[in-house]
């Protein structure tokens, strides 16, 4: 299965890390009551964390380095798009090289973090049944979509098949990719 290449900001990695990895983070606060016991009380999701591995392995490796570096100094959040994860709007907060760097290898790894706001990611039938052997499904796709709760572009484009990015120009007035509103008409192109 070939792969999307990763991306954040304006960088396109020129092949993807060798490992990932996600963790979410959830927020509890613990209450002293009488008697040497505690009460617990569930905040909530409060981020997301993603770590990863990879190595530059050509002729111009380390000046591959250099302008992931450059992102990285850039500051602020970005949009991450990763071939397996949901889009997100990142952090890029740590990028480390894990060797002394050659001219034509460097191994390095990187971490972002998002806030969690949620989302749904559900699977359904197109045509209300399986594709028949040979030809794929064809999605219905109405002019437009309305926002229910905890749903994301990212997921609103897989629903219909289509690329995020077309989704993101057939609605402008999205600034935030990761912010949409419940009740909010999205339209599909």
Same mark, same amino acid.
Do not use: C
């Given at each position: 299965?070939?792969?999307?290449?990763?991306?954040?900001?304006?960088?396109?990695?020129?092949?993807?890390?060798?490992?990932?990895?996600?963790?979410?983070?959830?927020?509890?606060?613990?209450?002293?009551?009488p008697?040497g016991?505690?009460?617990?009380?569930?905040?909530?999701?409060?981020l997301?964390?993603?770590r990863?591995?990879?190595?530059?392995?050509?002729?111009? $490796?380390?000046?591959?380095?250099?302008?992931? $570096?450059?992102?990285?100094?850039?500051?602020?959040?970005?949009? @991450?798009?990763?071939?397996?994860?949901?889009?997100?709007?990142?952090? +890029?907060?740590?990028?480390?090289?894990?060797?002394?760097?050659?001219?034509d290898?460097?191994?390095?790894?990187?971490? +972002?973090?998002?806030?969690?706001?949620?989302?749904? #990611?559900?699977?359904?039938? @197109?045509?209300?049944g399986?594709?028949s052997?040979?030809?794929?499904?064809?999605?219905?796709?109405?002019?437009?979509?309305?926002?229910?709760?905890? #749903?994301? @572009?990212?997921?609103i $484009?897989?629903?219909?098949?289509?690329p @995020? #990015?077309?989704?993101?120009e057939?609605?402008?007035?999205?600034?935030?990719p990761?912010?949409?509103?419940?009740?909010?008409?999205? $339209?599909?192109?």
């Open positions: 299965m070939l792969l999307a290449p990763m991306r954040y900001k304006d960088y396109i990695w020129p092949h993807n890390p060798a490992t990932y990895s996600i963790s979410y983070e959830r927020q509890v606060a613990v209450h002293k009551v008697f016991r505690y009460y617990m009380q569930d905040l909530g999701m409060s997301r964390t993603m990863g591995q990879g190595e530059f392995a050509e002729a111009d $490796a380390y000046d591959e380095f250099k302008r992931l $570096a450059s992102v990285f100094y850039g500051g602020g959040p970005g949009l @991450l798009i990763h071939p397996l994860w949901q889009i997100s709007n990142a952090y +890029f907060t740590a990028l480390r090289l894990e060797q002394e760097p050659l001219p290898y460097v191994r390095y790894s990187f971490t +972002f973090q998002e806030r969690f706001d949620g989302y749904s #990611e559900e699977l359904s039938i @197109l045509d209300g399986e594709p052997a040979g030809r794929m499904a064809e999605p219905v796709q109405p002019a437009s979509h309305t926002v229910v709760s905890g #749903e994301t @572009l990212w997921g $484009a897989q629903r219909y098949s289509i @995020l #990015e077309a989704l993101l057939a609605n402008p007035g999205i600034k935030n990761n912010l949409i509103h419940v009740g909010e008409a999205v $339209a599909i192109p």
